[in-house]
């Protein structure tokens, strides 16, 4: 392996470690011994959950390659996935609303077991419907436990600042420890044990089928709005009139969509932008860099959620413009940097400047989602916290599809030059967010000193 690949990861795991090493009592939030053994309790279920996602990733497209598919047909069963979380989503997370997330988030498990085990047949049918499954249980990963959390922590009487605490933990250890981890197990499974490329997948069901029994043995159910008298039509018209009466909740929606939109679209482009004559490059290395680079982001989010300033709706707008200035590199190096007509070989210029630009997207990646978390904490009603998470999710997977159709007949600067415009814009909607939210700040504020005042304007406490 290159030199250049071990000093980005070295660079990498050496900063992640003085962050995390360097903190103070100044970044870290006095709880209680009740909060911590809640918290821990979620961080372990959750990161198997995604243990279960992440050991699936990598495998998915060698799995239908091995069973002799070809890229079109591959295509399809990816767009099967996203097409189902966008037509589902919205059905299961208004039933975790209803009939309980608790329930919500054992049918997570179940569904995406039984996913796991249609990865036997080689049959495209029996495929398709285990993408179909796949994209349901997508839904209710990203909705459902975040829902169940949010709603047990209020229930339990836990300080509402202490949920940054776990949003940040749970992208450390979820969406990067888990995922490196994770990668490293598979790669054993299958290229060291030689078990095939269905072993993954049967990992997978092992770690999610441990999780649902902590779920089941350790978990209290919580509801958003359980009345009997409310049918599905009825949730999905009062989440949409929460999100049509509520700027706030308007503009969290398409930050939302615009971020998870071009990461998505991301996923499929990072190896072909780095490798465009088939240079040789160590994909799972460069994964687990990835995941390295969120975990950066992570530790970096949890210090700025510890502070009250600056707030969440102020620093994510340089988020967003960081990620679509490191997403718009490839566009540069393309008109700046003259192309190779050789092929093989390692890693070119253009492509190490832009692996950095890409390591630079997941640090912000790792910084995006406690923090969105954090503000769907904040501003999406409980009755129908799962229903508006997933009609968050209905542009992000009608996107991605487009995308995914498409992604061999645009070229790729203009894949990533749309991924960077959008993020772009979601730096404007996130100003705009900022705006409204002090707006909203200062005029409760006002109201509570009205309040504390008796008619005549003499301060009731003076």
Known sequence: M?????????????????????????????????????????????????????????????????YGFGKGEIGHLFIAGFGSSMLFGTVVGSLADKRGRKRACVTYCITYILSCITKHSPQYKVLMLGRVLGGIATSLLFSAFESWLVAEHNKRGFDQQWLSITFAKAIFLGNGLM???????????????????????????????????????????????????????????????????????????????????????????????????DEDIPHGFIFATFMLSSMLGSSIASRLLAHPTPRVESYMQTVFMLSSIALLLPVVTNLLVAPSNVKGGSISFSGCIQLIGFCIFEACVGIFWPSIM?????????????????????????????????????????????????????????????????????????????????????????
């Not at 029994?213 to 359980?226: A, H, K, Q, R, V």
């Not at 929606?253 to 780095?274: C, D, H, K, N």
Request: one cysteine or more; proline letters at 5%.
């Open 2 to 66: 290159e030199p250049f690949y071990l000093v980005v990861f070295g660079s990498l795991a050496s900063l992640v470690a003085v962050l995390e090493l360097s903190k103070t009592s100044k970044d870290r939030f006095s709880t209680s011994t009740a909060f911590n053994s809640f918290k821990n309790n979620y961080l372990v279920v959750y990161s198997l959950m995604m243990a279960g996602d992440w050991l699936q990733g990598p495998y998915v497209y060698y799995l239908y390659n091995h």
């Open 179 to 277: 995922a490196i981890l994770s990668g490293l197990f598979g790669n054993v499974l299958v290229d060291s044990l030689k078990l095939g490329p269905v072993a993954p997948f049967d990992a997978a069901s092992c770690f999610l089928s441990i999780g649902m029994i902590i779920i089941l043995s350790t978990w209290t159910e919580n509801y958003g709005d359980p009345s009997e008298n409310k049918d599905l039509l009825t949730q999905f018209k009062g989440a949409a009139a929460a999100i049509a009466a509520d700027e706030k909740i308007t503009l969290l929606g398409a930050i939302q969509s615009l971020f998870e939109g071009s990461m998505y679209t991301f996923v499929f482009l990072w190896t072909p932008a780095l490798s465009p004559n």
């Open 374 to 462: 954090k503000m769907r904490s904040q501003y999406i009603p409980e009755e129908a916290r799962s229903t508006i998470m997933n009609f968050f999710r209905i542009p992000l997977n009608i996107f991605v599809c487009i995308a995914l159709y498409n992604v061999k007949a645009l070229p790729m600067t203009i894949m990533f030059g749309m991924c960077s415009a959008f993020l772009f814009v979601a730096s404007l909607l996130q100003r705009r967010l900022m705006v409204i939210a002090e707006i909203h700040k200062s005029r409760s504020q006002d109201w509570l000193n009205m309040e504390e005042m008796d008619p005549e304007g003499v301060p009731l406490n003076g």
